[in-house]
């Protein structure tokens, strides 16, 4: 079982930076497939970005690439989401996923996660 809990979120202005962290209970933490997903009002939840297990190449959605990077630090038990420049059409809640020994595409995919964070809000003002 693995609990998160994301912090971070808040409201800022357009092109201001914020780092996201989520937290996560287990002594496993670096068997899990770690992901970013958000869900804006009257929208599907979305991929974020992703980092497998064994710490390959992260995956970005198209619209954050350049922008937001993710990291993750085994020795805490979390993974972060620096953003950058951020935009308004980044507003939305952003939900921190685990997924044990996930690669590849399936990081993209909801369904393939199936621990789930509270969520923390994130607004960008124009």
């Known amino acids: 079982q693995v609990q998160l809990v994301e912090s971070g979120g808040g409201l800022v202005q357009a092109g201001d930076s914020l780092r996201l962290s989520c937290a996560a209970s287990?002594?496993?933490?670096?068997?899990?497939?770690m992901a970013w997903f958000r869900q804006a009002p009257g929208k599907e939840r979305e991929f974020v970005s992703g980092i497998s297990w064994i710490g390959a190449s992260p995956a970005y959605v198209d619209s954050v690439k350049g922008r937001f990077t993710i990291s993750r630090d085994n020795a805490k038990n979390t993974v972060y989401l620096q953003m950058n420049s951020l935009k308004p059409e980044d507003t939305a809640v952003y939900y921190c996923?685990?997924?044990?020994?996930?690669?590849?595409?399936?990081?993209?995919?909801?369904?393939?996660?199936?621990?789930w964070g509270q969520g923390t809000q994130v607004t960008v003002s124009s």
């Open positions: 996923a685990a997924s044990y020994r996930l690669t590849g595409s399936s990081l993209r995919v909801v369904t393939s996660y199936n621990y």
């Open positions: 287990g002594r496993t933490f670096s068997s899990y497939a």
